[in-house]
């Protein structure tokens, strides 16, 4: 008997729909260089537009669906990738770039 068995309880865990778009953080391998690991992933991405920032440190934030998240955290270059909130409008209101 496991713990929500014991108590009756229910245990759901559900992420957003696949073709829901959102953000995701991405992280690359340390021993990866940045050129090689922003070349990749712009092709995973399939459009630049979908690149909202990235630090040579090795991350990115990007707009995809999440159902390519999985995609992305196969890739050999990357160590993790995940969802995140990222208000675009107040970075943009920052940096002074647009959303």
Do not use: C, N, W
């Not at 713990?3 to 229910?10: D, P, R, S």
């Not at 090795?58 to 999985?70: S, T």
């Amino acid at each position: 008997m496991d713990m929500a068995q014991a108590f009756g309880a229910t245990v759901s865990v559900e992420g957003p729909p696949s073709d829901a778009e959102g953000y995701v953080f991405v992280k690359r391998r340390p021993e990866v260089d940045h050129e090689v690991f922003m070349v990749r992933l712009l092709a995973d991405i399939g459009a630049p537009d979908r690149l909202l920032l990235h630090h040579r440190s090795g991350f990115a934030v990007v707009r995809l669906p999440f159902g390519r998240i999985k995609r992305l955290r196969s890739d050999p270059l990357v160590e993790t990738a995940g969802g995140i909130q990222f208000d675009a409008e107040r970075f943009a209101a920052v940096t002074g770039s647009g959303p």
